[in-house]
């Protein structure tokens, strides 16, 4: 067993993935699912109060009259979809949580929207269609390895019209340099976040060069050994605008955040709309 911790501990490799479940966890995905439902958590989905900011900014900046068809990438349960189906756009939305993906479709049929979800890693999409908008909100893109970086610009030159746009945000160089580097542990005598039973998550933060931090959850209980590798990129307006315009897109404005909020240096976030 102390072998098996000792091994779980080790930092790992730039851009290592995970080997256990996350997204499509039975327990994880509950957890992840109730998170974006949380009108006043951030751990998933912004609040309801930021979302719905978002959404009408967004409606404003690539308008669904000139930009009918839109791909929501990494939809979640909906939550943006709903919004943007309700302000006039045709929408798809690609995930490949099932839980979120099944509560967005029932959630859709509930209300009447037609909007079309699919499960699917997005990484590999190929959806037989090509749309005049795609947005990837809540800070994904910088959840990817480099590699996978360029597969997704290529995802998404591959499913937008010519002049079609391309929104999408990212942390910025204010988060990293406030992320802390340290180690901690939490007891679960009843369950929690990772595992319905009793567990025990040593919790790692560690910086790596390029801005890079990978936050490492090793969960211990009396039957496995697990770990989880949460990994984050962070740009400045330089950066994001080069990876963009490398992988073949232009770059039309940038602002603070997906609500349309002035780009600051020190900002938090930093949000980008393409064109293709
Ligand atoms: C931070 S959440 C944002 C959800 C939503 N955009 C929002 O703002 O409410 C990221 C979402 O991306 C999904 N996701 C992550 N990697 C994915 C992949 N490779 N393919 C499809 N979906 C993915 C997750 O399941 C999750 O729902």
């Known amino acids: 067993m102390l072998n098996r911790i000792t091994k779980l501990l080790e930092k790992p490799l730039l851009y290592t993935k995970s080997e256990a479940a996350f997204w499509n966890d039975e327990h994880i995905s509950a957890q992840m699912l109730s998170a974006h439902l949380d009108p006043e958590f951030e751990g998933a989905s912004r609040k309801k109060s930021f979302i719905e900011k978002s959404a009408l900014w967004i409606g404003e900046a690539v308008p669904p009259s000139s930009y009918p068809s839109l791909l929501d990438i990494g939809c979640g349960p909906g939550i943006y ?78 499913h937008l019209k010519p002049g079609g746009k391309f929104l999408l945000d990212v942390f910025g160089m204010a988060e990293y340099n406030s992320f ?7 007891v679960c005598h009843n369950g929690g976040f990772w595992r319905v039973g009793k567990y025990v998550a040593l919790n790692e933060c560690y910086k790596y060069s390029d801005h890079v931090t990978l936050e490492q959850i090793s969960i211990i209980s009396d ?19 080069k990876e963009a315009t490398d992988a073949g897109f232009k770059v039309c404005s940038v602002f603070g955040d997906v609500a349309g909020s002035p780009y600051q240096d020190d900002g938090p976030t930093i949000a980008i709309l393409l064109e293709k």
Do not use: P
């Not at 509930?110 to 997005?122: A, K, R």
């Not at 190929?126 to 994904?140: E, H, K, P, S, T």
């Open 81 to 158: 979809a709903e919004k943007f189906a309700k302000m006039g756009y045709q929408v798809t939305g690609i995930d490949f949580s099932k839980r979120s993906i099944e509560y967005a479709k029932n959630s859709a049929t509930e209300q009447g929207l037609d909007i079309t979800y699919h499960y699917q890693d997005y990484l590999t999409m190929n959806l037989n269609q090509i749309f005049d908008f795609a947005a990837m909100i809540y800070c994904d893109y910088g959840a990817l390895s480099w590699a996978d970086r360029q597969a997704i610009m290529q995802k998404v030159l591959d």
């Open 223 to 241: 039957w496995e050994t697990a770990a989880y590798y949460l990994w984050n990129t962070y740009f400045t307006k330089e950066t994001i605008m």
């Open 180 to 186: 802390e580097e340290k180690k901690t542990w939490e």
